[in-house]
Nanobody, 122 residues
Framework: QVDLVESGGGSVQSGGSLRLSCAASEYGACRYQLSWYRQAPGWERAFVSRVELDGRATYADSVKGRFGVSRDDVGDTLDMEMNNMRSEDTAMYYC????????????????WGQGTQVTVSS
C-alpha cells in the first residue's frame, strides 16, 4: 500500500504564506492521483486542490486565487503554496491518494496521509 507523508504545516499570521508537501512512497503496481483536503474542527473533510490528469489545477472556491498546487512529472509528490492566508484556512490538511488503476494485483482505493496542522492567527 502506498504511504503518504505530509510536511510543511505550522502557524502563520493572517496574510502570510505556507507551503505544504505530500510525498508518496513507491506506487508499485498501483497508480494514484494525489489531492489536498482539509478538515477544520466541527466540519467535514473537504477538497482543497489537485492537479488533474491533463495538468490543469483544480481548487475549491474558497482558495482560488490564493493557493497554488503543483506536482512532479512522476506524480508522486504534490506541493501546495498557500498565500494570503485567512483564519478560516485553519485546519488539519490531508494528502489523499485516489486509485487510478492497477497494473496488476489489488490496490487500496483511497489512501490518506496522517495530516499536518495549519493554524492562521489574526
Amino acid at each position: 500500500q502506498v504511504d503518504l507523508v505530509e510536511s510543511g504545516g505550522g502557524s502563520v499570521q493572517s496574510g502570510g504564506s505556507l507551503r505544504l508537501s505530500c510525498a508518496a512512497s513507491e506506487y508499485g503496481a498501483c497508480r494514484y492521483q494525489l489531492s489536498w483536503y482539509r478538515q477544520a474542527p466541527g466540519w467535514e473533510r473537504a477538497f482543497v486542490s489537485r492537479v488533474e490528469l491533463d495538468g490543469r489545477a483544480t481548487y475549491a472556491d474558497s482558495v482560488k486565487g490564493r493557493f497554488g498546487v503543483s506536482r512532479d512529472d512522476v506524480g508522486d509528490t504534490l506541493d501546495m503554496e498557500m498565500n494570503n492566508m485567512r483564519s478560516e484556512d485553519t485546519a488539519m490538511y490531508y494528502c489523499q491518494a485516489q486509485l487510478l488503476f492497477s497494473i496488476f494485483g489489488s490496490c487500496t482505493s483511497v489512501v490518506w496521509g496522517q495530516g499536518t496542522q495549519v493554524t492562521v492567527s489574526s
